[in-house]
């Protein structure tokens, strides 16, 4: 092998040094980049998936409320309602209060409750 000298190794030192910096330079570069271009993207999604869980959550409410209003409706008529259904309406309820449902169903299911019909 040839003889090596200490400025050879130096100056592939300082090769590999100023590589690797640039390397490294370039990559952040890229990553601020793809981030800048990918913020607006990202909130678009956000407000998409946003809009989708409130969609959702109004049809589901206003199918509670429907099936409320029917199990209401028959059990004011004189309906006898089983155990079971009974559970289930105690169950849609909770959940349409949780969804923010609150109006003349919940009139409705008061007062059935305070004549103990359900």
């Given at each position: 092998m040839?003889?090596?000298?200490?400025?050879?190794i130096?100056?592939?030192?300082?090769?590999?040094?100023?590589?690797?910096?640039?390397?490294?330079?370039?990559?952040?570069?890229?990553?601020?980049?793809?981030?800048?271009?990918?913020?607006?993207?990202?909130?678009k999604?956000?407000?998409?998936?946003?809009?989708?869980?409130?969609?959702?959550?109004?049809?589901?409410?206003?199918?509670?409320?429907?099936s409320?209003?029917?199990?209401i409706?028959?059990?004011?008529?004189?309906?006898?309602?089983?155990?079971?259904?009974?559970?289930?309406?105690?169950?849609?309820?909770?959940?349409?209060?949780?969804?923010?449902?609150?109006?003349?169903?919940?009139d409705?299911?008061?007062?059935?409750?305070?004549?103990?019909?359900?």
């Amino acid at each position: 092998m040839e003889n090596i000298t200490i400025g050879q190794i130096a100056a592939l030192i300082a090769f590999l040094s100023a590589f690797i910096g640039g390397l490294t330079g370039l990559i952040t570069f890229s990553k601020s980049f793809i981030k800048k271009i990918l913020k607006p993207i990202n909130q678009k999604i956000d407000v998409l998936q946003e809009t989708s869980t409130n969609s959702r959550n109004n049809i589901e409410l206003e199918l509670i409320k429907m099936s409320l209003v029917n199990f209401i409706n028959d059990v004011e008529q004189g309906n006898n309602k089983s155990q079971i259904q009974k559970q289930n309406a105690y169950e849609l309820y909770d959940r349409y209060k949780a969804l923010g449902g609150n109006s003349y169903v919940h009139d409705s299911w008061q007062k059935l409750i305070k004549e103990g019909k359900i």
